[in-house]
C-alpha cells in the first residue's frame, strides 16, 4: 500500500504578501493529493481569516472528507493550531500540550490514528515546536513521555511530522537514536543535508519534517516546486510517500 503524506506550515493562509488568500492554500493541496495532509497554524473564528474555520474550509475544498483540529493558542477572538485532514477515517484523536515554562505561546502536538484499512491503523503525531533549542528539547520530552506516544510499540506504523523550528537538526539524533525513528527529510547519510522549506522564497531553514517508523519504508520525498507556494505561505510544504509493508 502506497502512502502520500505531506506537512505545511500555512501561516494561517496569509501570505509573504501579506494577503489571506486560503485559495492558494487550496490550490496547493489539490495540486499534490496527498493521502494525509498535516498542518500547522489553522485559525478558527479569528478576524485576520475571516472568522473562517479553516480546517474545515480546506478539507471541504480540497476534498477531504475527515480531519480534526487541535487547538493551542486563544486569541481575543479565535483560536489556533494544528489540524489533520485525511482520506482515510479518523478513529480518534487528541491533543498533547506540548507547553513549557520557556513558551511565549502555547505549543501541542495533535495525535490521531487513521484507519488505512480495517487491520491496518496509522498513529499520527502532527506537531508544531517552539523557537529556542531549549523549549524543543523540553517539548520533545513532554511527547516522548505521553501516553499517547510511549504507549505504542516500535513496530507500529507511525509518523511524527510538522514544523519543528529545528534549523540544526539537533532533535535528530533524539528521534533516530532514541526514539527508534527514521528521518524523511534528512539525509540518510548526514544530518546536515535536510529539506530547506523556510522562507519559502528562498528556502534556507529545515523546519519542516517527517520522521517515521513501524512497519513504514520511504519510496520518496521531495518539497513543492510550485510558485504559488513560495507566496501562499513563509513556509513550503513538504510531501513524503511511503508503502505500508
Given at each position: 500500500?502506497?502512502?502520500?503524506?505531506?506537512?505545511?506550515?500555512?501561516?494561517?493562509?496569509?501570505?509573504?504578501?501579506?494577503?489571506?488568500?486560503?485559495?492558494?492554500?487550496?490550490?496547493?493541496?489539490?495540486?499534490?493529493?496527498?493521502?494525509?495532509?498535516?498542518?500547522?497554524?489553522?485559525?478558527?473564528?479569528?478576524?485576520?481569516?475571516?472568522?473562517?474555520?479553516?480546517?474545515?474550509?480546506?478539507?471541504?475544498?480540497?476534498?477531504?472528507?475527515?480531519?480534526?483540529?487541535?487547538?493551542?493558542?486563544?486569541?481575543?477572538?479565535?483560536?489556533?493550531?494544528?489540524?489533520?485532514?485525511?482520506?482515510?477515517?479518523?478513529?480518534?484523536?487528541?491533543?498533547?500540550?506540548?507547553?513549557?515554562?520557556?513558551?511565549?505561546?502555547?505549543?501541542?502536538?495533535?495525535?490521531?490514528?487513521?484507519?488505512?484499512?480495517?487491520?491496518?491503523?496509522?498513529?499520527?503525531?502532527?506537531?508544531?515546536?517552539?523557537?529556542?533549542?531549549?523549549?524543543?528539547?523540553?517539548?520533545?520530552?513532554l511527547l516522548t513521555r505521553s501516553s499517547e506516544l510511549?504507549?505504542?510499540?516500535?513496530?507500529?506504523?507511525?509518523?511524527?511530522?510538522?514544523?519543528?523550528?529545528?534549523?540544526?537538526?539537533?532533535?535528530?539524533?533524539?528521534?533516530?537514536?532514541?526514539?527508534?525513528?527514521?528521518?524523511?527529510?534528512?539525509?540518510?547519510?548526514?544530518?546536515?543535508?535536510?529539506?530547506?522549506?523556510?522562507?519559502?522564497?528562498?528556502?534556507?531553514?529545515?523546519?519542516?519534517r517527517i520522521y517515521f517508523r513501524g512497519t513504514l519504508r520511504l519510496?520518496?520525498?521531495?518539497?513543492?516546486?510550485?510558485?504559488?507556494?513560495?507566496?501562499?505561505?513563509?513556509?513550503?510544504?513538504?510531501?513524503?510517500?511511503?508503502?505500508?509493508?
Amino acid at each position: 500500500m502506497r502512502l502520500k503524506v505531506l506537512t505545511y506550515n500555512i501561516h494561517r493562509a496569509i501570505g509573504v504578501d501579506r494577503r489571506f488568500r486560503p485559495e492558494r492554500i487550496i490550490e496547493i493541496l489539490r495540486h499534490h493529493n496527498a493521502d494525509l495532509v498535516l498542518l500547522q497554524e489553522v485559525d478558527e473564528g479569528a478576524p485576520r481569516s475571516r472568522e473562517l474555520d479553516l480546517a474545515k474550509e480546506l478539507a471541504a475544498e480540497s476534498g477531504y472528507p475527515h480531519f480534526a483540529v487541535g487547538h493551542n493558542v486563544s486569541l481575543k477572538k479565535g483560536r489556533y493550531g494544528n489540524a489533520t485532514l485525511s482520506r482515510f477515517p479518523i478513529l480518534r484523536e487528541r491533543n498533547i500540550d506540548l507547553s513549557v515554562a520557556e513558551s511565549w505561546i502555547r505549543r501541542g502536538c495533535q495525535h490521531t490514528t487513521i484507519m488505512l484499512t480495517e487491520d491496518k491503523p496509522l498513529e499520527v503525531f502532527n506537531l508544531h515546536l517552539g523557537l529556542s533549542a531549549r523549549e524543543r528539547q523540553k517539548q520533545v520530552d513532554l511527547l516522548t513521555r505521553s501516553s499517547e506516544l510511549s504507549g505504542l510499540d516500535g513496530s507500529m506504523p507511525t509518523l511524527v511530522g510538522g514544523d519543528f523550528n529545528d534549523w540544526r537538526s539537533l532533535l535528530w539524533p533524539v528521534f533516530t537514536n532514541g526514539l527508534g525513528f527514521q528521518s524523511a527529510t534528512d539525509s540518510r547519510t548526514s544530518r546536515r543535508r535536510a529539506i530547506a522549506t523556510y522562507p519559502s522564497f528562498s528556502p534556507q531553514g529545515p523546519l519542516d519534517r517527517i520522521y517515521f517508523r513501524g512497519t513504514l519504508r520511504l519510496a520518496g520525498i521531495h518539497r513543492c516546486r510550485l510558485q504559488v507556494a513560495r507566496l501562499a505561505s513563509d513556509h513550503l510544504p513538504v510531501m513524503a510517500e511511503f508503502d505500508l509493508v
